[in-house]
T-cell receptor, first 112, second 112 residues
C-alpha cells in the first residue's frame, strides 16, 4: 500500500534492551523524520534525514541511533532503553524542504 | 525552545459554531503549517501558508499569517463533532530549512 507505515504499532520492552522501530514510505520522499510525543512537550524531533546516508540530530537525540541506507526506510534504534523513552514515536516524510509532512500512525513504546 | 505556541490550549464549542486557534512564533519563517491529530492517530496536514501570503482557504478552513506580528490563526467555520481533535501549528524557518518545529497544540472539543 502507498503511504508511510510504522512497525510495530505497540511495543513493551524492558530497561536496558535494544529496540528498533521501523519506518517505511513508498513515495521516495527525500526527507524523513522521527519525533516523540509526550504529554506537556508536544512533538519533539529526534533525528532527521535529508537523503539516503545523510542524517542529522534533532532536539532530543540522546539514546537514539538512526540509519538510512535506502531512501524508503528510516529505522530508529534505542540502544539501551530507559523508562524516560516511554513515549509515542512518529515517523514522517516530506518531498522537499518547504513542503508538507506526512506522518505515520505512530508506535506506542513502553519501557518497564 | 518552542518556536510555535498555540493559543488557547483547549477550546470547547458547540456544533455549528466557528473555532479560532492562534499560533505565535519567534523567528523568521519560510512557511507555517497547520496539522490535525485525532486521538491515538498520526498528524494530518491541513494547510500550508508561505511567508509571502497573508490568507489561505481550504474548504471550511481559513488561515491567516501576519509576519509583522509573527502570528497565524486557523479558523474552522461551521464546526462539526468530527472536527474534535488537537491542532498544531508548525514552522519552517528561513535558516535550517529542513525541519518543522511544532507547538504544543490546541485541543478542540466540538459538542453535538
Amino acid at each position: 500500500d502507498a503511504g508511510i507505515t510504522q512497525s510495530p504499532r505497540y511495543k513493551i520492552t524492558e530497561t536496558g534492551r535494544q529496540v528498533t522501530l521501523m519506518c517505511h514510505q513508498t513515495w521516495s520522499h527525500s526527507y524523513m523524520f522521527w519525533y516523540r510525543q509526550d504529554l506537556g512537550h508536544g512533538l519533539r524531533l529526534i533525528y532527521y534525514s535529508a537523503a539516503a546516508d545523510i542524517t542529522d540530530k534533532g532536539e532530543v537525540p540522546d539514546g537514539y541511533v538512526v540509519s538510512r541506507s535506502k531512501t524508503e526506510n528510516f529505522p530508529l534504534t534505542l540502544e539501551s532503553a530507559t523508562r524516560s523513552q516511554t513515549s509515542v514515536y512518529f515517523c514522517a516524510s516530506r518531498a522537499g524542504a518547504a513542503y508538507e509532512q506526512y506522518f505515520g500512525p505512530g508506535t506506542r513504546l513502553t519501557v518497564t | 525552545s518552542q518556536q510555535g505556541e498555540e493559543d488557547p490550549q483547549a477550546l470547547s464549542i458547540q456544533e455549528g459554531e466557528n473555532a479560532t486557534m492562534n499560533c505565535s512564533y519567534k523567528t523568521s519563517i519560510n512557511n507555517l503549517q497547520w496539522y490535525r491529530q485525532n486521538s491515538g492517530r498520526g498528524l494530518v496536514h491541513l494547510i500550508l501558508i508561505r511567508s509571502n501570503e497573508r490568507e489561505k482557504h481550504s474548504g471550511r478552513l481559513r488561515v491567516t499569517l501576519d509576519t509583522s506580528k509573527k502570528s497565524s490563526s486557523l479558523l474552522i467555520t461551521a464546526s462539526r463533532a468530527a472536527d474534535t481533535a488537537s491542532y498544531f501549528c508548525a514552522t519552517v524557518l528561513n535558516s535550517g530549512y529542513s525541519t518543522l518545529t511544532f507547538g504544543k497544540g490546541t485541543m478542540l472539543l466540538v459538542s453535538p
